[in-house]
């Protein structure tokens, strides 16, 4: 069928589906919310808080670009079929307790940890392991509980959460793998492993 056949309604609806609904849904948000600035305090406000964001991403466009080269390099280093040995879907509870222990002794932000998961789903790691390794960098999180938590809160108080929180990354992985969220797999590309 010629492609000047294709109806316009199945055209604005393939558009649809490529459509990055995550960017819609933060740019209404955003652009909403400026414009509300704007009406209500000015066009100095808007300005301050614009130029006060611009500084913010050229503050972390080298830490996003840090942390998808770890990611490429971790493609390089690893080989397919070990990601795939230790946190792909055949790991079992051991592949989930690694995922989960990475995730827990790494020591970086969001802008190195997301990307390396997307790396790990591309590289053989099921989403099970992934959700296990952002669980895990997000509720127990070594490196943040001693220089952030502790001086707040104290030893006990870290100890008894880090313990409520230790089993939390494995559980969110085994459910994770449960053929209940096959629908929900992630779409990320398998990487090829030639030279």
């Known amino acids: ?8 309604l199945k055209r604005i609806l393939g558009w649809l589906k490529r459509l990055d609904w995550g960017l819609v849904i933060v740019a209404s948000l955003s652009f909403g919310a400026m414009a509300r600035v704007l009406v209500t305090e000015g066009f100095g406000v808007a300005r301050e808080i614009l130029a006060d964001d ?18 490429a390099l971790i493609r390089l280093l690893l080989s397919r079929e070990m990601i795939e040995r230790f ?11 690694i995922a989960a222990l990475i995730g827990m002794l790494f020591p970086a932000g969001p802008f190195t ?15 099970g392991a992934a959700i296990a390794f952002i669980s ?60």
């Open 1 to 8: 069928m010629p492609t000047g056949d294709i109806s316009p």
């Open 87 to 97: 946190v792909g879907e055949g790991s079992g509870l051991t592949g989930l307790a």
């Open 136 to 195: 895990a960098w997000l509720l127990v999180g070594i490196n943040r509980a001693i220089i952030w938590e502790m001086p707040f809160f104290g030893p006990d108080f870290v100890l008894f959460r880090f313990l409520i929180s230790l089993p939390m990354p494995v559980l969110l992985g085994v459910w994770a793998r449960l053929p209940l969220f096959d629908r929900f797999n992630p779409t990320i590309p398998a990487r090829d492993d030639g030279p």
């Open 113 to 127: 940890i997301f990307p390396l998961a997307v790396v790990l789903l591309a590289s053989g790691a099921d989403r």
């Open 54 to 71: 611009l500084w913010l991403y050229v503050s972390i466009l080298p830490k996003v670009m840090l942390g998808c080269l770890i990611g």
